[in-house]
Structure formats: C-alpha cells, structure tokens
C-alpha cells in the first residue's frame, strides 16, 4: 500500500478507469460478480441493438428496472475521493464504463463543499465510455436528453418518445457490438497515452476497447495500478495489485480522508 501510495502520489499525470467494482459498496449490482446481472439476465436479451429491435418494451423495462434502483443508490467512499482527486489535480482524468452517474453525484457533493484553486468541475467530469442510464437517445433524430423520470414499460405505445420527432426513444448507453462514439474513445486513449500512472478500481477487464486503456499507459512508459477484490487479466502487467474493496482502499490510497 505504501508503494501504491507513492506511485499515485508523486505521479504528474493520472487516469483512473472504473468499472461496476467502484459501485458495488453502494448497491449497485456488478455484471458478472456473484450477484451479477449477466449471472441473472441474458446480455444478448437486454444489451443489444437487435434485443431492442426485437423487444423494446422487455428493454425498457429492465432499464426502468436499473434506473429505479441506481437512482436510490448513493456515491460511496471510492466515489468521493476520486472526486476529491479530479477537483484538486486538473492532471487526473477520470474514464468510466458506468452508466449509473455516481461519479457525477459524487462530484457534485465534493465541489458543494467548497470551492479549491483552480477547480473546475466540467474539466473533472468523467469521461462515460458506455453512456448514462439517465440519459435517451432518439432512434429517429438522434437527439439525446437527460431523462431520470420512470419509465412506462407497460406496452410498446407506453415507452419513451422523442419531443422533437415522435419517434421511439433508446437509452442512451453503448450496447454490445455497437462502437463507442469516436470522440469520447479518442479523448480516453490520449488520456492512457498521457498518464504517468493508470489507476484501475473494480473492472473485470473483460470488456474492450475499455481494457486496452491501461495496456496504452504501459507501452508509452507509465505504470499500472489495480484496486479488485479478485485478479483480473490486468494483474500480470500491473506494477502492484492490490486487494480489496475501493470504497475502503481508495481514501487512504489517494490521500483523502473518509468522508471528506
Ligand atoms: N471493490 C473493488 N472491486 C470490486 C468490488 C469492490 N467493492 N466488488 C467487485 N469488484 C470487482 C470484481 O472482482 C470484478 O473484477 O469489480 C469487477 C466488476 O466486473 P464486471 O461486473 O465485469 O463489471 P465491469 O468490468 O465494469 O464490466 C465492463 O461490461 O457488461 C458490460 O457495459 C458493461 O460497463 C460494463 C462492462
């Protein structure tokens, strides 16, 4: 830990890359942990373009589902001092693959308590590699809008649809085989390429183009940090891995006392 410590704290630049690990201390299910969704729902049923063509109201209905109880989950320790870190340091980035907002709730609560030099909110925004659950994407217009509101899944004529052109509204997240969009996945590879230390909390890596992040940071010289409560294929080209659960790793890890 002492060495993680120096490594994250004399670094110039950081990434940190999160996945479902980082909120499971606040309820949020992981996708293939022991309570896993994927353990429960098939992936190719509910997170894909042709279960969506096939069946809209059963996807919709699984993400009402998900932004039910995402939306009475709460930021944890893990969340906050990130937060505390992206606020205080403009050189760390972080990279989700989240869709449940609670880095954007817990950036919120962090800048809420005051404002520190420099601080810039919008430039400690996470980069959403996968989307946002409260987020809809028009299937016509391609318009995207903020939504938190319930869905009505009841039948198809029930689901969302757009205010602009009528036509029926997706969420707005990135499906298995679909691309991840061009910008956001050049803004992260140049955040990899950049950094001097790749922080990883709470991803299985199994998923892709996200853990090739950390490869990028290794081959342009810099180094490779794991947090998980198990190994991952990441662990063999980390410089240290450590165990153990992010909410109660990270504050110490990054220097921020817990609840701060
Ligand atoms: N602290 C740290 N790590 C944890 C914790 C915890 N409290 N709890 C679980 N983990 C670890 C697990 O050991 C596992 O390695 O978090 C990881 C969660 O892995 P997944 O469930 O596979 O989630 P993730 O890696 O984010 O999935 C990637 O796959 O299903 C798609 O689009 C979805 O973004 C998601 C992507």
């Not at 991803?203 to 409560?229: I, R, Y």
Request: hydrophobic share 40%.
């Amino acid at each position: 830990m002492d060495q993680a410590r120096k490594l994250v704290g004399t670094a110039r630049r950081i990434l940190i890359l999160t996945g479902a690990g980082v909120s499971a201390e606040s309820g949020v299910p992981t996708f293939r942990g022991s309570d896993g969704l994927w353990r429960k729902h098939r992936p190719e049923q509910l997170a894909t373009p042709q279960a969506f063509q096939s069946d809209p109201r059963l996807v919709w209905e699984w993400y009402g589902w998900r932004r039910e109880l995402v939306g009475a989950c709460r930021p944890n320790a893990a969340h906050a001092a990130i937060a505390s870190l992206t606020l205080a340091n403009e050189d760390a980035r972080l990279v989700t693959q989240n869709v449940d907002g609670l880095h954007e709730l817990a950036l919120e609560e962090a800048a809420a308590q005051g404002p520190s030099p420099g601080m810039s909110i919008d430039r400690a925004a996470p980069i959403r590699l996968h989307g946002s659950l409260f987020r809809t994407r028009c299937t016509g217009c391609n318009d995207r809008t903020s939504d938190r509101h319930p869905v009505d899944a009841q039948s198809e004529n029930s689901l969302p649809k757009c205010r602009k052109c009528a036509a029926l509204l997706r969420p707005d997240v990135v499906w298995f085989g679909e691309a991840l969009d061009p910008d956001i996945l050049r803004n992260s590879m140049q955040a990899a390429e950049r950094a001097d230390v790749c922080l990883v909390v709470g991803t299985s890596a199994l998923v892709h183009p996200a853990a090739s992040l950390p490869l990028l940071t290794k081959q342009s010289g810099g180094v490779v940090v794991e947090v998980n409560t198990e190994p991952t294929p990441l662990t063999e080209i980390a410089a240290l891995s450590i165990r153990g659960q992010a909410g109660q790793i990270l504050p110490d890890l990054l220097g921020v006392e817990p609840g701060r």
